[in-house]
Structure formats: structure tokens, C-alpha cells
């Protein structure tokens, strides 16, 4: 675990046992704001807090206190406060939190009212009815915990996030269905997944019809649901046999972007739009924007300033409308203009591809062809070298044959610029896989590390340096090899990385599947601060593969990408020109 998720982990622990022994909200809050800040940091805080403290005040949402221990963490491996609150509490206190739909408020109630310490405890009180007999208890929740705890005790703990790249199927499969639906008029999703986080929680579904009933009926009949959480008259909500949550909301029409705004969120979006409401007379919630500062009149409702379109209520809190992806607390001013953000179509070009010569599905030609009937004016085929033995690495016997071989399927499919190229592995000394008389023959060289990643931070930076650094290499393949829910990868110093990156001009890459998202979005802004080159790959090893340039666009989106940014929206001959001038920059 890097340093940043240490301690964005500790502070979020102090902040859940804080809750449970009945500290105020605003220092709670502190604490999860302050959470989400180490999350979304791209520098290294253990690094910053030992070299350069101050720095850290700079960070939006960290303050004199959580600087502090910031720097006791990076200095000594611990936190005070969080030890202290530890001691506070039952050891089996908090284990209560992986159950699931158990937070820190219900954590308390069941202390403070029923004596529960442990799962042990909290299922002897359910058992002999303990639990029932707490105020707020209800029949409805007794049963949650109940069957929060069977999982438990199945499972281990609670169902983890879900991957971008499983929950986006899942929920346009649910609109589909909606939009099937006798009266529907809109549906969408909306939460972290319109945000395009990397995992979701759960997923968030709007719909506006005519006949809610039919809208009910096509959401709970749904195959894949296992359980019905839910049927009221505006909500419901069901869990999948997966375990994945899906909440559906009916709305009205005409509130339909009020709705859209309130439950894409973020919290902190939010937040700042409700005050922005205040400050200008007006009552911004899930209904519309509503006017406070007009004369009352009897019971006659608030005058409804916007309510049907997410332009319309930004524009009359006088704001810009600001893209999905955005709407995070990074210190932004969303009062400017935001960018204007790289999107889907500026693609016109896959620099990243393996073929049946290593371990893809597709020859030469079919890949050429699926890039094309997309539009695309280059696909580079990058396949593996030697040292992944375990990808079919090619030898440099092969790799000649297979340089000859894409020569004749460009000259054969036509239309297309196929580049020969490799994705060649970055050894653990930061040496490249292939010599550099091999290298120089190739079209487009990514450089990629694939194994030793659990190397030291250090010694992960010495070694991405130097693939960066090394004339012959354009783009820096998904950098910390990290897996989602699978590895954390390598824990490089992104700002070195980037700075280098933009000196040399070698393009970071955001590496498009759901697994990866590699750069992460942290990270890409921290590259478009340092106003690097990003490539925006697909790592094509099948057809479906290149469906997944939707979700390296949402990371792309998040860091603030813009399309000039991106090597893969560029023409043909700016392209060109920049494999060649790396090329010629070699001394």
C-alpha cells in the first residue's frame, strides 16, 4: 500500500471511530475530507512531509491538525490520535463496519443500546431480540443486519467495489430495459459511475415516464436481481446475485436535470452548489432551484427558478456548466470555464495492440481492419518482447519476421497506417528488453514494466526514468502495473515522472482496460499540470478490448485531459511527426 493510501486509510479510520464515540460533525467531516485529499494526491506525502512539510498546507481539505500527522505518520509509521480512539473501544467494534449497510452511526446505536461489541454479540442480540428493542430499529433493518451477518460469516467481509468496466454494462443493460418501458421518457445513470470513477459503490439510475408503474416493473423484473431492497412510489432498489446495489429514482420530467445534478454528485459538488444557492437567495435540492428572498405568500409553494436541464440551474447559479468527470473537490474554481475535455471521437488512433504473434486474438490484418471500421487513420502493433515469456514474447528472430510481416499487411489492407512496433518490457535495472539496434527499426516503441512491482518507490522512479528518459522509447505503458482490486502496482514519484516526461516529450499512457486504468486519474492531472503528452490506449489483445477506450476516456476526462494533449486525437502527419522527431533526437 503507498504512503498516500496509508494514510488516507488512517484518517479515515479516525474519522469512523470519531463517529462511533460521538465527536461533533465538523471534525469528522474534517477527517473525510482530508481522507479524499490524500486519495486524490498525486505527489508522494510521506516524501513531501519529510522534505517539504509546508507544502502540505497547500493541499486543499488538509489542515494544521491533519498536517501534523501527516508528518508524525511519515516520521514514526503511526498516528497518535488514531492509536488513542483504538483504545477507546471495544476491539471488535469496528470489525463491525465490513458488514455491509453497517456504518459508524448504526455502530454506535448498537453499543450504546444493546452492549454489542463484536459480530459475536450483534448476532446473539438478533437472536434474542435485543436488537428489535432499540429505538429506530425496525423489522426492515433487524433483517439487514441479519442477513449482513450470514454474508459475514459466508464471505468474510462485505462485497468490495466494483470495477467502472463491470458496472457500466450492468447499468445501460437496466436502461435499456427502462427505456423499453411503456412511458418512459429519460433515463440515465448518474453517481460515481457519471463521474467515471475507476470503482463504484453502487450504481445510481434516473428515470422520468409517464407510467411509473411499467418503469417498476421493467427495473425489478430484471434477471440478474436476487433481492428487492425497496418498492416505494419514487424509489427502489434492488441487489444483484453479483451483490453489486442499484438504486432507480423516479422523477418528474421537468426535474429531471435537478435530479441529474443532486445524485451525480459529488458530496462536495454538491455542497458547494447548495451555498453558491444560498448566497444568491435561492434553495437548490433533488426538485429544482427554488427562490427564498421573494415575499411570502401563505403557504404557496417557492417560486421554481430551474429544474429541467443541468445548463439551466448552473446558469442561474451564474456558473458554467461543468462536465461530469469534474465535479470533485480538487481545489477547483467552478466559477471558470472548465476545459474543454478530450472526448470519445477526437480518437483517431490505437497505439497500443497485441496480435496471435504474442498473446492477441487478432492477426495483422483483422486488427487493422477493426481500427479502421472505427475510423482510425493508425493502429501500432505493439506485441510483446522476449522477457514475457509468459505473453508469447517474441524473440528478435521473430520480432524481424513480424516487422516484415506488418510491412505487407499495411501494403495488402490499405487505408490505414499499421506501425510496427513493440511493447517492450522494462527490466527491473531500467534496462530495455531489446538493444537499441533492434529498437531503432521499429515504428513505435512502448515501454511497459511488467514485472518486480513491488519495487521501492525509489528504485520504481530510477527505473521509469530511464524508459522515459532512453531516446528510443515513445510511450511509457501503464506505468505502475497496478491491477484494480488486484495489485497496487509500483509507487513512482509522479511529479519526477511527469517532468521528465515533458522535457523528453515520451507520452504517458492511460491504458484503457476497466482492470488497469493506468495512469489513474490522479495521476493524468498531475501530467496535465506538468503539461505532458498522454496517449490514451486500448492494449488490444481482442476485438471487445477496444470497447474500452470509453473508460481510459473517463480517466482522461477526470485529469482534466484536453484533446490537443493526447497523441492518439492528433492527424496522421502530426503523428508521424512526432515518432519521427523522437527518432531524430537521438545523439
Known amino acids: ?63 494544521a491538525s491533519t498536517k501534523a ?55 446473539s442480540a438478533i437472536a434474542n431480540g435485543t436488537v428489535a428493542l432499540i429505538p429506530r430499529m425496525g423489522a426492515k433493518t433487524v433483517a439487514n443486519l441479519r442477513e449482513a451477518v450470514a454474508a459475514h460469516d459466508v464471505a468474510g467481509s462485505r462485497p468490495t467495489r466494483y470495477r467502472l468496466g463491470e458496472a457500466i454494462p450492468i447499468a445501460e443493460a437496466f436502461l435499456d430495459r427502462l427505456r423499453a418501458a411503456a412511458g418512459t421518457v429519460r433515463a440515465t445513470f448518474a453517481g460515481s459511475a457519471r463521474r467515471g470513477r475507476d470503482t463504484v459503490g453502487d450504481l445510481d439510475l434516473l428515470v422520468s415516464t409517464k407510467d411509473p408503474t411499467a418503469a417498476k416493473a421493467a427495473f425489478l423484473a430484471a434477471p440478474s ?34 435530479a441529474l445534478v443532486y445524485f451525480t454528485g459529488s458530496k462536495d459538488h454538491n455542497v458547494f452548489l447548495r451555498e453558491r444557492a444560498i448566497e444568491r437567495g435561492m434553495r437548490l435540492n433533488e426538485y429544482g432551484l427554488f427562490r427564498t428572498d421573494l415575499p411570502a405568500d401563505g403557504d404557496s409553494p417557492l417560486p421554481l427558478v430551474a ?20 465535479r470533485e473537490s480538487h481545489g477547483t474554481d467552478f466559477t471558470q470555464q472548465p476545459p474543454a475535455l478530450v472526448a470519445l471521437a477526437d480518437i483517431k ?12 486474438l487478432l492477426t495483422i490484418s483483422e486488427l487493422a ?34 516487422i516484415a510481416a506488418i510491412r505487407e499487411a499495411e501494403a495488402a489492407v490499405g487505408g490505414i497506417r499499421i506501425l510496427a512496433g513493440s511493447e517492450v518490457d522494462i527490466l527491473a535495472d531500467g534496462r530495455l528488453d531489446y538493444d537499441d539496434s533492434i529498437l531503432e527499426q521499429l515504428d513505435i516503441v512502448v515501454a511497459s ?19 522515459i528518459r532512453h531516446p528510443l522509447v515513445h510511450v511509457l505503458g501503464h506505468p505502475t502495473g497496478r491491477i484494480i482490486h488486484g495489485r497496487e502496482g509500483l509507487a513512482p514519484d509522479i511529479a519526477a515522472l511527469c517532468a521528465a516526461a515533458q522535457e523528453c516529450e515520451t507520452a504517458l499512457e492511460i491504458n484503457c482496460h476497466w482492470m488497469r486504468l493506468d495512469l489513474r486519474d490522479t495521476h493524468v492531472r498531475a501530467a496535465v499540470s506538468a503539461g505532458c503528452l498522454i496517449a490514451i490506449d486500448c492494449d488490444i489483445h481482442s476485438a471487445p478490448d477496444a470497447d474500452n477506450l470509453r473508460y481510459g476516456i473517463a480517466t482522461a476526462r477526470r485529469g482534466g485531459l484536453v484533446a490537443s494533449h493526447c497523441v492518439n486525437t492528433w492527424d496522421a502527419q502530426k503523428l508521424q511527426a512526432w515518432l519521427g522527431r523522437k527518432r531524430s533526437s537521438r545523439s
Open 349 to 360: 488512433s490505437e497505439l497500443h495492440a497485441h496480435t496471435t504473434a504474442s498473446d492477441g
Open 307 to 326: 429544474a429541467e436541464s443541468e445548463a439551466s440551474i448552473y446558469a442561474a447559479l451564474d456558473l458554467p456548466l461543468w462536465p461530469a468527470e469534474l
Open 449 to 467: 514494466p511488467h514485472t518486480a512491482l513491488r519495487q521501492s518507490s525509489e528504485a520504481a522512479t530510477a527505473r521509469l526514468l530511464a524508459a
Open 369 to 402: 481492419r477493426l481500427a479502421k471500421a472505427r475510423g482510425f487513420h493508425t493502429i501500432a502493433v505493439t506485441d510483446h518482447s522476449k522477457a514475457s515469456a509468459q505473453a508469447n514474447g517474441l524473440s528478435v528472430e521473430r520480432l524481424l519476421q513480424h
Open 225 to 258: 436481481v436476487a433481492k428487492v431492497l425497496v418498492q416505494g412510489e419514487t424509489k427502489c432498489a434492488v441487489q444483484l446475485t453479483s451483490g453489486l446495489q442499484i438504486d432507480l429514482r423516479i422523477v418528474e420530467d421537468g426535474a429531471f436535470g435537478a
Open 69 to 123: 500527522k501527516i508528518i508524525e505518520f511519515a516520521t514514526s509509521g503511526s498516528m497518535g490520535e488514531l492509536e488513542a480512539l483504538r483504545s477507546q473501544v471495544p476491539p471488535g467494534l469496528p470489525v463491525l463496519l465490513t458488514l455491509a449497510g453497517v456504518g459508524p452511526k448504526t455502530v454506535k446505536l448498537l453499543w450504546d443500546e444493546a452492549k454489542v461489541t463484536s459480530i459475536d454479540d450483534l448476532r
Open 1 to 63: 500500500m503507498s504512503t498516500n493510501h496509508e494514510i488516507a486509510s488512517a484518517f479515515s479510520t479516525i474519522a469512523d471511530l470519531l463517529e462511533i464515540t460521538g465527536a461533533n460533525a465538523f471534525k469528522v467531516n474534517a477527517y473525510r475530507k482530508a481522507m479524499r485529499s490524500c486519495e486524490d494526491e498525486s505527489r508522494d506525502l510521506g516524501r513531501l512531509a519529510r522534505e517539504n512539510p509546508d507544502e502540505l498546507a497547500t493541499i486543499e481539505g488538509i489542515g
